[in-house]
Nanobody, 125 residues
Framework: HVQLVESGGGSVQPGGSLRLSCAAS????????MGWFRQAPGKEREAVAS???????SVADSVKGRFAISQDSAKTTLTLEMNSLKPEDTAMYYC????????????????????WGQGTQVTVS
């Protein structure tokens, strides 16, 4: 079993930056697919980025060049660096994990992940 706890959300002006963190505890997530999703009010949950234990990562086109996903060497903290934030980035951001590698055709689907954090709010205005 894996527990995920996000932190680092907040309010920022357009063009600003935030760093989100996700602390993983419980079972080791060394070989897990780890991902960030976001959900704005009235919208579906949207994939932002994912990373495998070997560092292979994927990033959604909507945030490519502005957001970066990374994981510490101990695989206990997942980070999302967000730069050049836009009002449309406003959402609740969730950390997710699944006990398999991320695959190119499935990492974007919330149903591909078993474990979820409670979310952290990001507001850009």
């Amino acid at each position: 079993h894996v527990q995920l706890v996000e932190s680092g959300g907040g309010s920022v002006q357009p063009g600003g930056s935030l760093r989100l963190s996700c602390a993983a505890s419980g079972d080791s997530v060394n070989n897990y697919c780890m991902g960030w999703f976001r959900q704005a009010p009235g919208k579906e949950r949207e994939a932002v980025a994912s990373i495998n234990g070997d560092g292979l990562l994927s990033v959604a086109d909507s945030v490519k060049g502005r957001f970066a996903i990374s994981q510490d060497s101990a695989k206990t903290t997942l980070t999302l660096e967000m730069n050049s934030l836009k009002p449309e980035d406003t959402a609740m951001y969730y950390c997710a994990a699944e006990a398999v590698r991320c695959y190119p055709d499935t990492w974007i689907y919330p149903t591909s992940y078993h474990y979820w954090g409670q979310g952290t709010q990001v507001t850009v205005s």
